[in-house]
């Protein structure tokens, strides 16, 4: 089947550091990758949706300054949390999909980020 | 604005008997639902989903029943088993392939 990992699985930060997470499709293709985040016993919220080779496209009242994707290529997208607070504490989970944004998604194992 | 909701924060239910877990939509849009199952710090699995263009779906001992007119669909565990104990999120979508999740709802499937 088709797997995602997510690196690191877990990340605890100070105040005002920028964090990466890295998204890897492993044995397929993703076009689209898109990230969400979950905050305790709440929805998975998605964050943004990313392209392959094109800029990511946010969804409303995320800022794409401080949540910087990349998708070089189309096994990688990378998250990062710039100037990291204390409230962008969360867990963060990738999603891929193989050919077109409306193809199954599948989930990455998540990385839980703490900034102290 | 919620367009996707799970009513039911947790739900208990004995080994061997039937798990109902419910999920209400309101953008008339979605066409195409999920259930994913999630345990604790992990990412969500894909369970089993259903088109617009369906009422029913059935996978071994799920099943996904779809009522457009009510925007309410359901997913039905028959028998329910310890290691089906998890938070199952419902989710649906339109032609842009987002996802939107409910809530979830916490399984506790007893021995």
């Known amino acids: 089947g088709a797997v995602v990992s997510q690196h690191p699985s877990r990340v605890i930060c100070k105040s005002g550091t920028s964090v990466k997470i890295e998204c890897r499709s492993l044995?397929?293709?993703?076009?689209?990758m898109f990230w969400y985040r979950q905050f305790p016993k709440q929805s998975l919220m998605l964050m943004a949706t990313?392209?392959?080779?094109?800029?990511?496209?946010?969804e409303q009242g995320v800022e794409k300054d401080k949540f910087l994707i990349n998708h070089a290529s189309l096994t990688l997208s990378t998250l990062t949390v710039t100037s990291a607070h204390p409230e962008d504490s969360s867990f963060y989970i990738c999603?891929?999909?193989?050919?077109?944004?409306?193809?199954?998604?599948?989930f990455g194992p998540g990385t839980r980020l703490t900034v102290l | 604005d919620q367009q996707v909701k799970q009513n039911s924060p947790s739900l208990s239910v004995q080994e061997g008997r039937i798990s109902i877990l419910n999920c209400d939509y309101t953008?008339?849009?979605?066409?195409?639902f999920l259930w994913y199952k999630k345990y604790p710090a992990e990412g969500p699995t894909f369970l089993i989903s259903?088109?617009?263009?369906?009422d029913k779906n059935e996978d071994g001992r799920f099943t996904v029943f779809l009522n457009k007119s009510a925007k309410h669909l359901s997913l039905h565990i028959v028998p329910s088993q310890p290691g089906d104990s998890a938070v199952y999120f419902c989710?649906?979508?339109?032609?842009?392939?987002?996802?939107?999740f409910g809530q979830g709802t916490t399984l506790q499937v007893k021995p």
């Open positions: 999603s891929a999909s193989l050919q077109r944004a409306e193809d199954t998604q599948y």
């Open positions: 044995d397929f293709q993703a076009t689209t």
């Open positions: 989710a649906a979508s339109s032609n842009t392939g987002k996802l939107i």
């Open positions: 953008n008339s849009m979605f066409d195409y």
């Open positions: 259903i088109s617009s263009i369906k």
């Open positions: 990313s392209n392959e080779g094109s800029k990511a496209t946010y």
